[in-house]
């Protein structure tokens, strides 16, 4: 590990550079340092600045200030993956918390994920979406297609597709603290769920588990929904036991409202070591959808947890 990662105020500086596309001089350092709880004078930080310099961390743009090397890029990437660990599964806790789903009315709001796509893969997308659908292996039977957003450029649209934390939502209005624990591989045999090929778990990651698994070309889920064969997406929650007659409520009322899961639920589910005082709640993940899409060849980006949306828009 390099020095610099235990030096924090280094570490800010180059952090502020980072977030720059123009050079930056000593004072506007000093001023944002500040911000940050970092009083330093201009004639500190250009010292850190001389040292960054010889470590090859950042260089001199004339008189106009440092921008950030390679090398500096890449040291403040690794240097802030510790402080990364934990973000994915904060901000999805932050949409549950959000969401104002009442599966009795049908009202309120559900957590989304939203996908931008070019227009002329529209009509091939939604065919993926829909075969996924079709075949029971989405969080929810329905999605819908935006354009009017500021987050769509011209010539795409976006894609909503329900974010299961919204079940997490749910279930916590209903009194019930729930985990989300894992995001995984599950293996599917002749139209049966059989086991978990990989698990990663939600607190100890800097990604979305999901996201990974499908970039890194993980998933046959084209194939799943073809033959009834395959690796798909799936999340594992985690309950108290002792709450599964309110957690069956809670999932026959999100049924009635067109939510596709579980998938099981049980103290041992498929190869999950047991927990006699838990209840593991496996559901197929939304991200199934995108995933067929990507493994047909079209190109999607996707913003996970992207908000919280009205149910009845997603019903229009």
């Known amino acids: ?31 944002l340092m500040a911000e940050r709880g970092f009083v330093l004078s201009d004639r500190a930080v250009q010292y850190y600045l001389s040292e960054l310099d010889d470590m090859g961390f950042t260089y001199k743009v004339g008189n106009k200030g440092r921008l950030l090397t390679a090398e500096g890029m890449a040291e403040i990437e690794c240097a802030l993956v510790e402080e990364r660990v934990g973000f994915v599964i904060s901000k999805l806790e932050r949409l549950a918390f959000r969401s104002t789903f009442n599966p009795r009315t049908g009202t309120g709001d559900v957590a989304y994920n939203l996908s931008v796509v070019a227009d002329a893969d ?38 909503i597709t329900v974010c299961s934390i919204t079940m997490d ?30 698990l990663i778990g939600y607190r100890g990651t800097t990604v979305d588990p999901l996201q990974l698994f499908i970039s890194a070309g993980l998933t046959s889920i084209g194939s799943t929904v073809s033959t009834g064969t395959g690796v798909v997406l799936a999340n594992v929650r985690q309950v108290p036991a002792s709450a599964k007659a309110r957690v069956e409520e809670v999932i026959s009322l999100m049924r009635d409202q067109d939510f596709m899961f579980p998938v099981t639920m049980d103290t041992q589910v498929f190869n999950l070591r047991e927990d006699p005082y838990r209840l593991s709640i496996v559901a197929y993940s939304g991200m199934n959808l995108i995933g067929n899409a990507i ?18 828009k997603l019903l229009q």
Not at 6 to 30: C, F, N, V
Not at 172 to 193: E, F, W
Not at 295 to 312: D, L, Q, V
């Open 1 to 31: 590990m390099s020095f610099i990662r235990s030096e924090r105020k280094w570490l800010e500086i180059l952090r502020i550079l980072s977030e720059s596309t123009e050079p930056m001089g000593a004072k506007r350092l000093s001023e």
């Open 295 to 312: 493994e047909k060849g079209f190109s999607i980006r996707t913003e996970i947890g992207a908000g919280n949306i009205s149910y009845a």
């Open 122 to 159: 529209v009509e091939g997308v939604s065919a993926a979406f829909d075969e996924v659908i079709d075949r029971g292996m989405g969080f929810f039977s329905r999605y819908g297609i935006i354009d009017q957003d500021p987050r769509i450029p011209p010539g795409h649209v976006g894609f």
């Open 169 to 198: 939502g749910v279930i916590q209005k209903a009194g019930v603290p729930v985990n989300m624990a894992y995001g995984g591989r599950l293996v599917i045999q002749d139209g049966q769920a059989e086991a978990f090929a990989d």
